[in-house]
């Protein structure tokens, strides 16, 4: 079992939609979640982090984290074109201490 | 001010050159980070120092050798390197080692002939 999972997608919404991105993680003592967006050819940009179960809104964007589930998903509301890229779920994991990434999700905003 | 700043962009380099990356924060982050990035793949740990001391190793091969002169710099030395260790090579920076946020500087992209 991978330590994070993503759906590699692509995942097509078309523009105004939610786009609702999931991640899955094994480790149950981990207590920090971020997210990270990647534009191609570029490094990976922090979009929002949480470290307690519910909701954490920032904007357009939206953290959600169910730490009984071991689930962590992101929203984006108003979606636009310029939100084409891979989203990056990353989690630090207790054992080995260090941040591990999800494979990413491929988001496609259609105008 | 969240900067990470990586030096050069792009690299080519021959199997028998010897290279370095560097990398500087100024935001007194005591953690500093390599990561390897393949093509469509996420980004992999390479090295991890916290207060200038090397504090993981993912394992890494001997011809990448990492440097932290200080707590601001943070160097990978390249020597003999394979084909395929072509990648993005990336920095990144946390206040702590612990479960901070980290930041990514802009990357080198790394080109082995």
């Known amino acids: 079992q991978k330590e994070v999972e993503q759906n590699s997608g692509p995942l097509s919404v078309p523009e105004g939609a939610i786009a609702s991105l999931n991640c899955t993680y094994s480790?149950?003592?981990?207590?920090?979640f971020f997210w990270y967006r990647q534009y191609s050819g570029k490094s990976p940009e922090l979009i929002m982090f949480?470290?307690?179960?519910g909701d954490k809104e920032d904007g357009r964007f939206t953290a959600q984290l169910n730490k009984a589930s071991q689930y962590v998903s992101l929203l984006i509301r108003d979606s636009q074109p310029s939100d084409s890229a891979t989203y990056l779920c990353?989690?630090?994991?207790?054992?080995?201490?260090?941040?591990?990434f999800g494979a990413g999700t491929i988001l496609r905003v259609k105008s | 001010d969240t900067e990470v700043t990586q030096t050069p962009k792009h690299l080519v380099m021959g199997m028998t050159n010897k290279k370095s990356l560097k990398c500087e924060q100024h935001m007194g982050h005591r953690a500093m980070y390599w990561y390897k990035q393949k093509a469509k793949k996420p980004p992999e740990l390479m090295f991890v120092y916290s207060y200038e001391k090397l504090s993981i190793n993912e394992s890494v091969p001997s011809r990448f050798s990492p440097e932290c002169p200080n707590s601001s710099l943070l160097n990978l030395h390249l020597h003999a390197l394979q084909p395929e260790d072509s990648a993005l090579y990336l920095c990144?920076?946390?206040?702590?080692?612990?479960?901070?946020?980290?930041?990514f500087g802009p990357g080198t992209r790394l080109l082995v002939l």
């Open positions: 990144a920076s946390s206040q702590l080692m612990a479960v901070e946020t980290q930041y």
């Open positions: 949480i470290y307690s179960n």
């Open positions: 480790d149950r003592g981990s207590q920090s």
């Open positions: 990353a989690v630090w994991v207790m054992r080995g201490n260090k941040l591990v």
